[in-house]
């Protein structure tokens, strides 16, 4: 006797999706939803679902078994250990953006940088981990303040763990000979923030184009010296600002820049200056898929390999299993679990996004601090809602399998964690995300395909990727 995983289904234009628990996918048409629904499958349907891993005859037969796998190679596997840091050795910057999302202090406000002995219990914070690889990432404020911190703990790191590697959020403004020395190591990497022109990037961060133009010239010294590949660059996007993709697209390329990560304004520490409007999500969701199709049409016309970043990482996670290296999007993604965030105080958070709640005086997320260590019973009341599995909601939707969850973006939002998913932020943006993927993977367009094969990191799109039943 045939048994037929349990289906979920969503319609696409003309077509309906269906996907099992475990992520495998194919079109069909209502009258086959009819079929399933009523009980009613022919035995060519049954054939189908066999040959695709949605049904099994029996229960440990190859089809079942290989179901069991493709589930549980679904699901992010706990780290034993914190193996990636991020460090906030000061909150002082140099640049006042708009959109700050970290409630920076001044340049020259005192009692925002790591003390002598805050530094000790860092590294001997770091020294109690059991991993062997480790990444830092140094946040501020403008972490290159305070370079000499950054140096002791790259010193540290280096002689402690058999490999390390650092990435330095910066708005990389000021830059002079110790910070070209700092970079010139290749283990060690600039993360910036590049959100378009002059004129856009003027508006939003230094309220100065001499200042943007000195930016960009450091911006491009770096990539000189250094090459585009230790660099990474997003922009962030102001929905409240006219934005265009060919402008954004064509700073990126100046730069030698293929990758390019787009991101709404997260409404955090000053940012929250500016009320949201209520349409936001739909804002972003006809822009974001408005840059992929100009990505789409430049790289068939002008023979380019641009990508969007997040959208690249969720295509691959419905192509394939195991693709949970990002943390905005894992299930499930347990805080506390491979990353921590330490900030300017030595005060513990789970995410960046905790720690700019209890900048603001929203809520209090720590979970401890550089002395005391971690605080397990926070954790596990954070970590209640930290999968997917047993939602009421994501029970019921075929993206389930390739989407996450984010607890602390839920309590940013609505103040509560319980929220119906359909009435989040989250939920109703990775809806339209994975709504986009699966229309342009059941596209016939050669542009399409020929851009889906460099996102997929394949030669060509294969026909045989997408399955029909009719």
């Not at 690889?133 to 972490?143: A, D, L, N, R, V």
């Not at 950054?150 to 058999?162: D, G, H, N």
Request: net charge negative; glycine share 6%.
């Amino acid at each position: 006797m045939t048994t037929v995983w349990p289906l979920r289904f969503r319609e696409l234009g003309g077509d309906l999706l269906f996907a099992d628990e475990a992520g495998g996918w194919f079109y069909s048409d209502r009258a086959f939803l009819d079929r399933y629904a009523l009980g009613e499958l022919t035995s060519e349907d049954q054939d189908f679902l066999l040959r695709g891993g949605f049904a099994f005859n029996r229960i440990g037969d190859l089809s079942y078994s290989s179901f069991l796998r493709r589930w549980s190679g679904r699901h992010a596997s706990m780290s034993p250990s914190i193996n990636y840091v991020i460090l906030v050795p000061t909150l002082r910057c140099n640049l006042s953006c708009e959109y700050c999302q970290v409630s920076r202090a001044a340049i020259g406000a005192q009692g925002y940088d790591w003390s002598e002995e805050t530094l000790e219990h860092a590294l001997a914070f770091l020294d109690r981990l059991t991993t062997g690889p480790i990444k830092i990432e140094f946040q501020g404020g403008e972490p290159l303040l305070r370079i000499d911190i950054l140096e002791r703990v790259r010193e540290f790191c280096r002689s402690r763990f058999e490999k390390a590697t650092f990435v330095v959020c910066s708005n990389f403004q000021m830059v002079d000979d110790r910070v070209w020395a700092f970079f010139a190591d290749e283990d060690t990497h600039l993360s910036t923030s590049i959100d378009g022109d002059v004129g856009t990037h003027s508006a939003q961060r230094t309220f100065d184009p001499a200042l943007t133009n000195a930016f960009f010239e450091n911006v491009a010294g770096f990539i000189d010296r250094y090459g585009p590949d230790r660099v990474s660059a997003l922009p962030t996007i102001d929905l409240h600002r006219p934005f265009s993709a060919d402008a954004l697209i064509d700073q990126y390329l100046q730069f030698g820049l293929t990758s390019i990560y787009l991101r709404p304004v997260n409404r955090q520490g000053f940012a929250r200056r500016k009320a949201a409007v209520q349409d936001e999500i739909a804002t972003w969701s006809h822009l974001h898929e408005r840059f992929i199709d100009r990505l789409i049409e430049r790289n068939y016309d002008e023979g380019l390999a641009l990508e969007e970043y997040y959208f690249t990482h969720a295509l691959r996670r419905v192509l394939r299993l195991g693709i949970n290296n990002h943390v905005d999007l894992r299930n499930p993604n347990i805080l506390g679990d491979s990353y921590i965030v330490v900030d300017h105080d030595g005060t513990l958070y789970p995410t960046d996004e905790a720690r700019m709640m209890s900048r603001v005086g929203q809520i209090d997320l720590s979970i401890g601090n550089l002395q005391a260590g971690l605080d397990r019973e926070r954790l596990r009341t954070l970590n209640a809602w930290s999968f997917n599995d047993l939602d009421p909601d994501c029970q019921h939707c075929p993206y389930q399998a390739y989407c996450g969850t984010d607890a602390i973006d839920d309590v940013s939002r609505y103040g509560r964690i319980d929220l119906p998913r359909f009435e989040t932020w989250f939920c109703n943006r990775h809806l339209a995300l994975f709504d986009l993927i699966f229309r342009l993977l059941r596209s016939d367009d050669p542009k399409v395909q020929h851009s889906l094969a460099l996102w997929a990191g394949i030669n060509s799109w294969p026909k045989s990727i997408v399955r029909m039943r009719k």
